[in-house]
Protein backbone atom coordinates (compact mmCIF):
# COMPACT_ATOMS: atom_id res chain seq x y z
CA UNK A 1 0.00 0.00 0.00
CA UNK A 2 1.20 3.34 -0.75
CA UNK A 3 0.44 5.68 1.60
CA UNK A 4 -0.53 9.04 -0.09
CA UNK A 5 0.28 12.38 1.63
CA UNK A 6 -1.30 15.59 -0.42
CA UNK A 7 -2.63 19.42 -0.01
CA UNK A 8 -5.67 20.33 -2.18
CA UNK A 9 -5.49 23.60 -2.79
CA UNK A 10 -8.98 25.63 -4.60
CA UNK A 11 -8.24 28.38 -7.11
CA UNK A 12 -9.93 30.89 -9.20
CA UNK A 13 -10.35 31.07 -12.93
CA UNK A 14 -9.13 34.51 -13.37
CA UNK A 15 -5.87 33.74 -11.45
CA UNK A 16 -4.71 30.87 -13.56
CA UNK A 17 -2.22 33.14 -15.84
CA UNK A 18 -0.41 34.12 -13.20
CA UNK A 19 -0.09 30.75 -11.55
CA UNK A 20 1.13 29.17 -14.65
CA UNK A 21 3.57 32.35 -14.73
CA UNK A 22 5.12 31.33 -11.59
CA UNK A 23 9.18 31.25 -12.17
CA UNK A 24 8.62 27.63 -10.25
CA UNK A 25 6.09 26.49 -12.96
CA UNK A 26 7.46 28.36 -16.03
CA UNK A 27 10.66 27.06 -15.66
CA UNK A 28 9.70 23.43 -16.87
CA UNK A 29 7.26 22.10 -19.31
CA UNK A 30 4.53 20.67 -17.53
CA UNK A 31 3.79 16.84 -18.10
CA UNK A 32 -0.07 16.52 -19.39
CA UNK A 33 -2.44 14.13 -19.50
CA UNK A 34 -6.34 13.74 -20.22
CA UNK A 35 -7.75 11.67 -17.40
CA UNK A 36 -11.24 10.34 -17.14
CA UNK A 37 -12.58 8.28 -14.44
CA UNK A 38 -15.02 6.73 -13.32
CA UNK A 39 -15.86 5.95 -9.89
CA UNK A 40 -18.06 3.18 -8.75
CA UNK A 41 -20.28 2.19 -5.49
CA UNK A 42 -23.53 0.18 -4.85
CA UNK A 43 -26.69 0.79 -5.67
CA UNK A 44 -27.35 1.80 -1.52
CA UNK A 45 -23.59 3.29 -1.49
CA UNK A 46 -22.07 0.81 0.33
CA UNK A 47 -18.31 1.80 -0.28
CA UNK A 48 -18.91 5.33 0.50
CA UNK A 49 -20.59 4.56 3.94
CA UNK A 50 -17.02 3.22 4.39
CA UNK A 51 -15.45 6.28 3.03
CA UNK A 52 -13.82 3.90 0.64
CA UNK A 53 -13.15 5.22 -2.95
CA UNK A 54 -13.08 2.85 -6.45
CA UNK A 55 -12.24 4.47 -9.70
CA UNK A 56 -11.69 3.23 -13.13
CA UNK A 57 -9.09 5.82 -14.83
CA UNK A 58 -7.99 5.61 -18.66
CA UNK A 59 -5.04 7.46 -19.36
CA UNK A 60 -4.27 7.36 -23.42
CA UNK A 61 -4.91 3.64 -24.08
CA UNK A 62 -4.44 2.85 -20.85
CA UNK A 63 -6.46 1.59 -18.01
CA UNK A 64 -5.70 2.17 -14.11
CA UNK A 65 -7.76 0.47 -11.53
CA UNK A 66 -7.61 2.76 -7.89
CA UNK A 67 -8.67 1.87 -4.39
CA UNK A 68 -8.25 4.80 -1.80
CA UNK A 69 -9.47 4.63 1.99
CA UNK A 70 -10.49 6.80 4.63
CA UNK A 71 -7.48 8.83 6.36
CA UNK A 72 -7.49 12.04 7.73
CA UNK A 73 -7.33 15.73 6.61
CA UNK A 74 -7.26 18.67 8.17
CA UNK A 75 -5.83 22.22 6.65
CA UNK A 76 -6.33 20.92 3.10
CA UNK A 77 -3.94 18.21 3.78
CA UNK A 78 -4.52 14.41 3.79
CA UNK A 79 -3.07 10.98 4.25
CA UNK A 80 -4.90 8.00 2.99
CA UNK A 81 -3.96 4.70 1.82
CA UNK A 82 -4.22 4.11 -1.48
CA UNK A 83 -3.76 1.29 -4.41
CA UNK A 84 -3.29 1.54 -8.11
CA UNK A 85 -2.07 -0.83 -10.88
CA UNK A 86 -3.02 -1.47 -14.75
CA UNK A 87 -6.51 -3.00 -15.40
CA UNK A 88 -8.26 -4.07 -18.14
CA UNK A 89 -11.92 -2.03 -18.71
CA UNK A 90 -14.65 -3.56 -16.37
CA UNK A 91 -12.26 -5.92 -14.41
CA UNK A 92 -12.12 -5.44 -11.04
CA UNK A 93 -9.19 -7.63 -9.43
CA UNK A 94 -9.08 -6.51 -6.19
CA UNK A 95 -6.84 -9.54 -4.68
CA UNK A 96 -4.28 -8.92 -6.60
CA UNK A 97 -4.38 -5.01 -6.22
CA UNK A 98 -4.61 -4.68 -2.74
CA UNK A 99 -2.67 -6.07 -0.48
CA UNK A 100 -4.65 -5.87 2.60
CA UNK A 101 -6.15 -9.06 2.89
CA UNK A 102 -9.77 -8.13 4.95
CA UNK A 103 -10.01 -5.26 3.07
CA UNK A 104 -9.19 -6.86 -0.64
CA UNK A 105 -12.00 -9.92 0.55
CA UNK A 106 -14.83 -6.95 1.06
CA UNK A 107 -14.02 -5.28 -1.82
CA UNK A 108 -14.82 -9.02 -3.73
CA UNK A 109 -18.10 -9.36 -1.87
CA UNK A 110 -19.12 -6.51 -3.65
CA UNK A 111 -17.81 -7.01 -6.95
CA UNK A 112 -21.09 -7.99 -8.22
CA UNK A 113 -22.80 -5.07 -7.11
CA UNK A 114 -20.89 -2.40 -8.02
CA UNK A 115 -22.04 0.18 -10.95
CA UNK A 116 -20.92 3.46 -12.50
CA UNK A 117 -22.35 6.55 -9.88
CA UNK A 118 -20.22 9.56 -11.19
CA UNK A 119 -17.04 10.70 -13.91
CA UNK A 120 -14.75 13.26 -13.59
CA UNK A 121 -12.67 14.22 -17.08
CA UNK A 122 -9.97 16.69 -16.91
CA UNK A 123 -6.98 17.93 -17.97
CA UNK A 124 -4.30 17.51 -15.37
CA UNK A 125 -0.73 19.20 -16.38
CA UNK A 126 2.02 18.00 -13.53
CA UNK A 127 5.33 19.22 -12.65
CA UNK A 128 7.90 17.67 -10.16
CA UNK A 129 9.38 20.72 -8.00
CA UNK A 130 12.25 20.08 -5.85
CA UNK A 131 11.66 22.13 -2.56
CA UNK A 132 14.26 22.66 -0.06
CA UNK A 133 14.78 18.81 0.76
CA UNK A 134 11.68 17.94 -0.35
CA UNK A 135 10.25 16.64 -3.70
CA UNK A 136 6.59 17.41 -4.79
CA UNK A 137 4.53 16.72 -7.73
CA UNK A 138 2.22 19.41 -8.32
CA UNK A 139 -1.11 18.52 -10.52
CA UNK A 140 -3.36 21.51 -11.73
CA UNK A 141 -6.61 20.10 -12.87
CA UNK A 142 -9.08 21.52 -14.88
CA UNK A 143 -12.52 20.12 -16.05
CA UNK A 144 -15.41 18.98 -14.53
CA UNK A 145 -17.54 15.99 -12.34
CA UNK A 146 -20.43 14.89 -13.98
CA UNK A 147 -23.35 12.43 -13.26
CA UNK A 148 -25.95 11.49 -15.49
CA UNK A 149 -28.77 10.33 -12.95
CA UNK A 150 -29.71 10.68 -8.94
CA UNK A 151 -32.06 8.67 -6.61
CA UNK A 152 -33.99 12.65 -6.27
CA UNK A 153 -34.16 13.12 -9.92
CA UNK A 154 -33.07 9.85 -12.12
CA UNK A 155 -33.86 12.29 -15.58
CA UNK A 156 -31.40 15.44 -14.30
CA UNK A 157 -27.84 15.12 -15.99
CA UNK A 158 -25.41 17.22 -13.16
CA UNK A 159 -21.98 18.65 -13.27
CA UNK A 160 -19.88 20.74 -11.37
CA UNK A 161 -16.63 22.12 -12.33
CA UNK A 162 -13.04 20.85 -10.96
CA UNK A 163 -10.04 23.67 -10.65
CA UNK A 164 -8.07 22.86 -7.97
CA UNK A 165 -4.20 22.50 -7.44
CA UNK A 166 -2.84 19.49 -5.85
CA UNK A 167 0.45 19.00 -3.99
CA UNK A 168 1.42 15.73 -3.43
CA UNK A 169 4.63 15.01 -1.23
CA UNK A 170 6.90 12.47 -3.16
CA UNK A 171 10.00 12.81 -0.56
CA UNK A 172 10.43 14.80 2.35
CA UNK A 173 8.93 16.65 5.44
CA UNK A 174 5.10 17.25 5.47
CA UNK A 175 5.58 21.49 6.29
CA UNK A 176 7.75 21.71 2.65
CA UNK A 177 3.62 21.13 0.92
CA UNK A 178 2.74 24.54 2.89
CA UNK A 179 6.17 26.14 2.49
CA UNK A 180 5.43 25.38 -1.52
CA UNK A 181 1.96 26.50 -1.45
CA UNK A 182 2.95 29.72 0.42
CA UNK A 183 5.32 29.82 -1.95
CA UNK A 184 3.27 29.86 -5.07
CA UNK A 185 0.63 32.27 -3.59
CA UNK A 186 2.33 34.89 -2.43
CA UNK A 187 4.24 34.85 -6.40
CA UNK A 188 6.04 37.80 -8.37
CA UNK A 189 2.64 38.73 -9.77
CA UNK A 190 0.90 39.36 -6.81
CA UNK A 191 -0.83 37.45 -4.06
CA UNK A 192 -2.95 34.72 -5.61
CA UNK A 193 -6.42 33.28 -3.53
CA UNK A 194 -5.47 29.53 -2.99
CA UNK A 195 -8.04 27.93 -0.79
CA UNK A 196 -7.36 25.14 1.09
CA UNK A 197 -9.79 22.56 0.97
CA UNK A 198 -10.94 18.97 2.69
CA UNK A 199 -13.06 17.88 0.03
CA UNK A 200 -11.53 14.78 -2.21
CA UNK A 201 -12.91 15.05 -5.89
CA UNK A 202 -14.94 11.37 -5.10
CA UNK A 203 -16.46 13.25 -1.62
CA UNK A 204 -17.73 16.03 -4.34
CA UNK A 205 -18.96 13.49 -6.76
CA UNK A 206 -20.61 11.50 -4.44
CA UNK A 207 -22.65 14.83 -3.33
CA UNK A 208 -23.51 15.10 -7.08
CA UNK A 209 -24.32 12.03 -7.35
CA UNK A 210 -27.20 12.21 -4.18
CA UNK A 211 -28.20 15.59 -5.36
CA UNK A 212 -27.35 17.20 -1.73
CA UNK A 213 -25.31 20.46 -1.89
CA UNK A 214 -22.60 20.83 1.35
CA UNK A 215 -24.28 21.63 4.45
CA UNK A 216 -22.81 23.87 7.27
CA UNK A 217 -20.03 22.10 9.21
CA UNK A 218 -20.97 21.89 12.99
CA UNK A 219 -18.18 21.59 15.36
CA UNK A 220 -17.00 18.12 16.58
CA UNK A 221 -15.11 17.01 19.58
CA UNK A 222 -11.11 16.65 19.08
CA UNK A 223 -10.37 13.47 20.74
CA UNK A 224 -8.27 14.21 23.73
CA UNK A 225 -6.19 11.38 25.67
CA UNK A 226 -4.86 11.69 29.45
CA UNK A 227 -1.59 10.82 28.14
CA UNK A 228 -0.98 13.72 25.92
CA UNK A 229 1.04 16.52 25.81
CA UNK A 230 -0.50 19.68 26.44
CA UNK A 231 1.13 21.20 23.01
CA UNK A 232 0.00 17.46 21.37
CA UNK A 233 -4.01 18.33 22.88
CA UNK A 234 -3.69 22.88 21.54
CA UNK A 235 -2.98 21.01 17.85
CA UNK A 236 -5.61 18.23 17.86
CA UNK A 237 -8.19 20.95 18.93
CA UNK A 238 -7.02 23.66 16.92
CA UNK A 239 -6.90 21.53 13.77
CA UNK A 240 -10.54 20.49 14.49
CA UNK A 241 -11.82 24.05 14.55
CA UNK A 242 -9.52 24.55 11.24
CA UNK A 243 -11.55 21.68 9.41
CA UNK A 244 -14.51 23.44 10.46
CA UNK A 245 -13.85 27.17 9.74
CA UNK A 246 -12.55 25.56 6.05
CA UNK A 247 -15.89 23.77 5.40
CA UNK A 248 -18.01 26.35 5.97
CA UNK A 249 -15.46 29.49 4.11
CA UNK A 250 -15.80 26.97 0.96
CA UNK A 251 -19.77 27.03 1.56
CA UNK A 252 -19.93 30.66 1.69
CA UNK A 253 -17.69 31.49 -1.67
CA UNK A 254 -20.18 28.84 -3.44
CA UNK A 255 -21.93 30.75 -6.40
CA UNK A 256 -25.56 31.90 -6.00
CA UNK A 257 -27.78 33.82 -7.95
CA UNK A 258 -27.85 37.73 -7.62
CA UNK A 259 -30.20 38.49 -4.61
CA UNK A 260 -30.01 34.70 -3.16
CA UNK A 261 -28.41 34.68 -0.03
CA UNK A 262 -26.63 32.08 1.35
CA UNK A 263 -27.31 29.72 4.21
CA UNK A 264 -26.99 31.67 7.04
CA UNK A 265 -25.71 28.85 9.28
CA UNK A 266 -22.46 29.37 7.19
CA UNK A 267 -21.64 32.31 8.55
CA UNK A 268 -22.92 31.00 12.38
CA UNK A 269 -20.84 28.09 12.02
CA UNK A 270 -17.78 29.72 10.43
CA UNK A 271 -17.94 32.50 13.46
CA UNK A 272 -18.02 29.38 15.70
CA UNK A 273 -14.66 27.93 14.35
CA UNK A 274 -13.15 31.07 15.00
CA UNK A 275 -14.38 31.40 18.67
CA UNK A 276 -13.26 28.20 19.47
CA UNK A 277 -9.57 28.57 17.20
CA UNK A 278 -9.41 31.64 19.87
CA UNK A 279 -10.46 29.98 23.02
CA UNK A 280 -8.50 27.02 21.88
CA UNK A 281 -5.36 29.91 22.09
CA UNK A 282 -6.39 31.02 25.64
CA UNK A 283 -7.11 28.15 27.01
CA UNK A 284 -3.72 26.58 26.30
CA UNK A 285 -1.50 29.80 26.14
CA UNK A 286 0.82 29.31 29.12
CA UNK A 287 2.04 26.05 26.63
CA UNK A 288 2.48 28.20 24.10
CA UNK A 289 5.09 29.89 22.28
CA UNK A 290 3.89 33.93 23.35
CA UNK A 291 4.39 35.02 19.78
CA UNK A 292 2.71 32.50 18.54
CA UNK A 293 -0.03 32.83 20.50
CA UNK A 294 -0.41 36.27 20.22
CA UNK A 295 -0.57 36.69 16.41
CA UNK A 296 -3.25 34.04 15.91
CA UNK A 297 -5.36 35.23 18.48
CA UNK A 298 -5.17 38.76 16.93
CA UNK A 299 -5.46 37.23 12.95
CA UNK A 300 -8.54 35.24 14.23
CA UNK A 301 -10.08 38.05 16.02
CA UNK A 302 -10.01 40.20 12.48
CA UNK A 303 -11.11 37.41 11.04
CA UNK A 304 -14.70 36.83 12.94
CA UNK A 305 -15.31 40.82 13.08
CA UNK A 306 -15.33 40.56 8.97
CA UNK A 307 -18.01 38.33 9.22
CA UNK A 308 -19.97 40.05 12.21
CA UNK A 309 -22.35 42.48 10.36
CA UNK A 310 -23.32 39.37 8.25
CA UNK A 311 -24.33 37.58 11.10
CA UNK A 312 -25.90 40.37 12.52
CA UNK A 313 -28.62 41.16 9.75
CA UNK A 314 -28.89 37.40 9.65
CA UNK A 315 -30.65 37.60 12.74
CA UNK A 316 -31.98 40.41 12.84
CA UNK A 317 -34.00 39.53 9.42
CA UNK A 318 -34.66 36.09 11.08
CA UNK A 319 -36.05 37.78 13.87
CA UNK A 320 -37.99 40.46 12.07
CA UNK A 321 -39.70 37.89 10.05
CA UNK A 322 -40.98 35.78 12.98
CA UNK A 323 -42.44 38.49 14.66
CA UNK A 324 -44.47 39.30 11.46
CA UNK A 325 -45.56 35.96 10.78
CA UNK A 326 -47.15 36.08 14.55
CA UNK A 327 -48.13 39.12 13.64
CA UNK A 328 -50.13 38.69 10.61
CA UNK A 329 -51.89 35.67 12.30
CA UNK A 330 -53.02 38.36 14.98
CA UNK A 331 -53.86 42.03 14.86
CA UNK A 332 -51.42 43.34 11.47
CA UNK A 333 -51.91 42.60 8.02
CA UNK A 334 -49.07 40.65 6.65
CA UNK A 335 -47.82 43.95 4.10
CA UNK A 336 -48.00 46.42 6.89
CA UNK A 337 -44.33 46.38 7.82
CA UNK A 338 -43.18 45.02 3.63
CA UNK A 339 -41.15 48.17 3.47
CA UNK A 340 -39.09 47.26 6.64
CA UNK A 341 -38.85 44.28 5.56
CA UNK A 342 -37.37 45.09 2.64
CA UNK A 343 -34.84 46.97 3.89
CA UNK A 344 -33.85 44.63 6.35
CA UNK A 345 -33.32 42.41 3.66
CA UNK A 346 -31.03 45.01 1.43
CA UNK A 347 -29.01 45.70 4.76
CA UNK A 348 -28.46 42.23 4.75
CA UNK A 349 -27.58 41.27 1.27
CA UNK A 350 -25.10 43.98 1.16
CA UNK A 351 -23.43 42.45 4.35
CA UNK A 352 -22.64 38.85 3.25
CA UNK A 353 -21.72 40.68 -0.40
CA UNK A 354 -19.14 42.28 1.80
CA UNK A 355 -18.49 39.28 3.52
CA UNK A 356 -18.35 37.26 0.33
CA UNK A 357 -15.61 40.09 -0.94
CA UNK A 358 -13.40 39.62 1.95
CA UNK A 359 -13.51 36.05 2.10
CA UNK A 360 -12.07 35.92 -1.81
CA UNK A 361 -8.97 38.19 -0.75
CA UNK A 362 -5.75 36.10 -1.03
CA UNK A 363 -4.65 37.54 2.48
CA UNK A 364 -7.44 35.15 4.07
CA UNK A 365 -6.83 31.92 1.98
CA UNK A 366 -2.79 32.63 2.72
CA UNK A 367 -4.21 33.06 6.91
CA UNK A 368 -5.45 28.72 6.36
CA UNK A 369 -2.40 27.98 5.05
CA UNK A 370 0.37 29.66 7.13
CA UNK A 371 -2.15 28.47 10.45
CA UNK A 372 -1.77 24.96 8.90
CA UNK A 373 1.69 24.97 8.30
CA UNK A 374 2.47 27.20 12.16
CA UNK A 375 0.67 24.11 13.93
CA UNK A 376 2.99 21.61 12.29
CA UNK A 377 6.20 23.71 13.15
CA UNK A 378 5.68 24.26 16.86
CA UNK A 379 8.45 22.91 19.14
CA UNK A 380 7.17 20.55 21.97
CA UNK A 381 7.58 21.83 25.65
CA UNK A 382 7.94 20.18 28.87
CA UNK A 383 6.13 21.94 31.79
CA UNK A 384 4.11 21.95 34.56
CA UNK A 385 0.81 19.88 32.90
CA UNK A 386 3.29 17.23 31.64
CA UNK A 387 4.43 16.62 35.29
CA UNK A 388 0.88 16.80 36.72
CA UNK A 389 -1.04 15.20 34.27
CA UNK A 390 -3.37 16.99 31.06
CA UNK A 391 -6.48 15.67 33.65
CA UNK A 392 -5.52 17.45 36.34
CA UNK A 393 -4.85 19.97 34.57
CA UNK A 394 -7.89 20.25 32.65
CA UNK A 395 -9.74 20.00 35.64
CA UNK A 396 -7.83 22.89 37.46
CA UNK A 397 -8.47 24.76 34.83
CA UNK A 398 -12.33 24.21 34.72
CA UNK A 399 -12.43 25.05 38.09
CA UNK A 400 -10.92 28.63 37.69
CA UNK A 401 -12.56 29.44 34.65
CA UNK A 402 -15.97 28.49 36.11
CA UNK A 403 -15.20 30.42 39.54
CA UNK A 404 -14.48 33.81 37.53
CA UNK A 405 -17.65 33.33 35.99
CA UNK A 406 -19.67 32.76 38.83
CA UNK A 407 -18.00 35.77 40.80
CA UNK A 408 -19.22 37.95 37.61
CA UNK A 409 -22.87 36.43 38.09
CA UNK A 410 -23.13 37.41 41.14
CA UNK A 411 -23.18 40.98 40.17
CA UNK A 412 -25.37 40.68 36.72
CA UNK A 413 -28.37 42.45 38.41
CA UNK A 414 -25.52 45.52 38.53
CA UNK A 415 -24.49 45.08 35.11
CA UNK A 416 -25.42 47.01 31.92
CA UNK A 417 -26.20 45.68 28.62
CA UNK A 418 -22.31 45.76 27.62
CA UNK A 419 -21.02 44.44 30.80
CA UNK A 420 -23.85 41.25 30.73
CA UNK A 421 -22.32 40.72 26.83
CA UNK A 422 -18.68 40.46 28.71
CA UNK A 423 -19.91 37.82 30.83
CA UNK A 424 -22.02 36.13 28.04
CA UNK A 425 -18.38 35.48 26.32
CA UNK A 426 -16.94 34.45 29.52
CA UNK A 427 -19.66 31.32 29.64
CA UNK A 428 -18.98 30.68 25.83
CA UNK A 429 -15.25 30.13 26.57
CA UNK A 430 -16.10 27.78 29.70
CA UNK A 431 -18.74 25.81 27.56
CA UNK A 432 -15.94 25.86 24.66
CA UNK A 433 -13.36 25.16 26.71
CA UNK A 434 -15.41 22.21 28.54
CA UNK A 435 -16.15 20.76 24.81
CA UNK A 436 -12.45 20.13 24.26
CA UNK A 437 -11.54 19.23 27.89
CA UNK A 438 -14.58 16.97 28.53
CA UNK A 439 -13.49 13.40 27.54
CA UNK A 440 -10.56 13.99 30.25
CA UNK A 441 -12.82 14.53 33.39
CA UNK A 442 -14.04 11.69 35.34
CA UNK A 443 -17.42 10.45 34.95
CA UNK A 444 -20.04 12.43 36.10
CA UNK A 445 -17.72 15.07 36.56
CA UNK A 446 -18.87 17.64 33.63
CA UNK A 447 -20.21 20.99 33.81
CA UNK A 448 -23.83 21.58 34.40
CA UNK A 449 -24.43 21.91 30.85
CA UNK A 450 -28.47 22.46 30.57
CA UNK A 451 -28.08 25.41 33.00
CA UNK A 452 -24.91 26.91 31.12
CA UNK A 453 -27.03 26.35 28.03
CA UNK A 454 -29.81 28.17 29.50
CA UNK A 455 -27.60 31.50 30.71
CA UNK A 456 -26.09 31.62 27.70
CA UNK A 457 -29.46 31.33 25.57
CA UNK A 458 -30.82 34.30 27.78
CA UNK A 459 -27.89 36.66 27.44
CA UNK A 460 -27.74 35.56 23.76
CA UNK A 461 -30.90 36.95 23.20
CA UNK A 462 -29.79 39.96 25.77
CA UNK A 463 -27.46 41.09 23.17
CA UNK A 464 -29.19 40.12 19.48
CA UNK A 465 -31.95 42.80 21.06
CA UNK A 466 -29.50 45.65 21.81
CA UNK A 467 -27.42 44.72 18.48
CA UNK A 468 -31.09 45.06 16.99
CA UNK A 469 -31.79 48.36 18.45
CA UNK A 470 -28.37 49.58 17.44
CA UNK A 471 -28.46 48.50 13.54
CA UNK A 472 -32.47 49.71 13.62
CA UNK A 473 -31.24 53.36 14.23
CA UNK A 474 -30.24 53.73 10.94
CA UNK A 475 -33.69 52.88 9.57
CA UNK A 476 -35.85 55.84 8.29
CA UNK A 477 -38.78 53.48 6.74
CA UNK A 478 -42.30 55.07 8.46
CA UNK A 479 -44.48 53.22 10.45
CA UNK A 480 -41.80 50.76 12.66
CA UNK A 481 -43.39 52.08 16.08
CA UNK A 482 -45.11 48.53 16.63
CA UNK A 483 -41.45 47.09 15.79
CA UNK A 484 -39.47 49.10 18.27
CA UNK A 485 -42.02 48.14 20.85
CA UNK A 486 -41.82 44.78 20.40
CA UNK A 487 -37.96 44.61 21.03
CA UNK A 488 -38.20 47.11 24.16
CA UNK A 489 -41.02 44.89 25.42
CA UNK A 490 -38.88 41.67 25.28
CA UNK A 491 -36.07 43.48 26.59
CA UNK A 492 -37.58 44.21 29.73
CA UNK A 493 -38.81 40.78 30.09
CA UNK A 494 -35.50 38.93 29.41
CA UNK A 495 -33.73 41.33 31.98
CA UNK A 496 -36.62 40.12 34.66
CA UNK A 497 -35.23 37.05 34.20
CA UNK A 498 -31.82 37.69 35.71
CA UNK A 499 -32.40 37.19 39.30
CA UNK A 500 -33.21 33.31 38.38
CA UNK A 501 -30.11 32.57 36.24
CA UNK A 502 -27.89 34.02 38.83
CA UNK A 503 -29.15 31.58 41.32
CA UNK A 504 -28.91 28.89 38.65
CA UNK A 505 -25.35 29.64 38.16
CA UNK A 506 -24.43 29.83 41.58
CA UNK A 507 -26.07 26.71 42.71
CA UNK A 508 -23.83 24.81 39.76
CA UNK A 509 -20.60 22.43 41.63
CA UNK A 510 -17.33 23.01 40.22
CA UNK A 511 -16.14 20.13 37.70
Known amino acids: MAQETELKLLLQAPDLPRLLAHPLLAASKPRREHLRNTYFDTPELALMAQRIAVRER????????????????????????????????GRMDFAALVDDPDLATRLGALQGQLVPVFRTDFTRRSWLIGHGSAQIELALDQGAISTGHAPQAPQDARSEA????????????????????????????????????????????????????????????????????????????????????????????????????????????????????????????????????????????????????????????????????????????????????????????????????????????????????????LPARADKADRKGLADWAADTLRQRQRRLLKQARHAHLLDLEGLHAMRIRLKKLRYAEGFLQNLLPSGKALNAPVLERAQDTLGELNDLATTQRLMRACDVPGTEPWHRFLLQRQANMLRELPQLQRALSEMPPP
Open 162 to 377: ILELELELQSGPVDALFALALTLARGPGGELWLQPSDRSKAERGLALFQGRPVGPQKAQAAVLRPGMRPLEAFRATAQEGLVQLQANLVGLLQPSAPGVLPDPEYVHQARVALRRLRTGLGLFREHLPEPFAAHWAAQWKTSSAALDAARNWDVLDERLLQWLTDRATRSLAPDALAPLAQWVLEQRLAANRQAALHLRQPAQALQLLAFAQALLA
Open 58 to 89: RVGRRTLLTVKTAGTSVGGLSRRGEWEGPTLP
